[in-house]
């Protein structure tokens, strides 16, 4: 049974740091790639951050770039997010995610190409 664990959420200042963890488990092999999402109540799910299979491709969301990370190892056990410069708009529920999508921008930016996700976490950003 694949499970995903995120932690590292909670309220932090604008300007502040939050690093995002999730352990995975239970994955049939290695060739998957792992993402991060978010989400605030009426929208749909937006793409955060991805690592390909391989973690020789990156891809961030255009209103992340230059302030978070993605991390990931090579078994495929555990993906991160360090997030600085967090803003009130950063504000929402975090999921990882890990599936056996194609290792192209179009496919890894989507939420529907990953079979495994987690449950959340919620980060808030308020003064």
């Known amino acids: 049974q694949v499970q995903l664990q995120e932690s590292g959420g909670g309220l932090v200042q604008p300007g502040g740091s939050l690093r995002l963890f999730c352990a995975i488990s239970?994955?049939?092999?290695?060739?998957?790639?792992l993402a991060w999402f978010r989400q605030t109540p009426g929208k749909e799910r937006e793409f955060v951050a991805a690592?390909?299979?391989?973690?020789?491709?990156?891809y961030y969301g255009d209103s992340v770039k230059g302030r978070f990370t993605i991390r990931r190892d090579n078994r495929g056990t555990f993906v991160s997010l360090q997030m600085d410069s967090l803003q009130p708009e950063d504000t929402a529920d975090y999921f990882c995610?890990?599936?056996?999508?194609?290792?192209?921008?179009?496919?890894?930016?989507?939420?529907?190409?990953?079979?495994?996700w987690g449950q959340g976490t919620q980060v808030t950003v308020s003064s």
């Open positions: 239970g994955l049939p092999n290695s060739a998957h790639s």
């Open positions: 995610a890990a599936g056996a999508v194609n290792s192209v921008h179009t496919a890894l930016i989507l939420a529907t190409q990953y079979q495994y």
């Open positions: 690592k390909s299979d391989r973690g020789d491709k990156t």
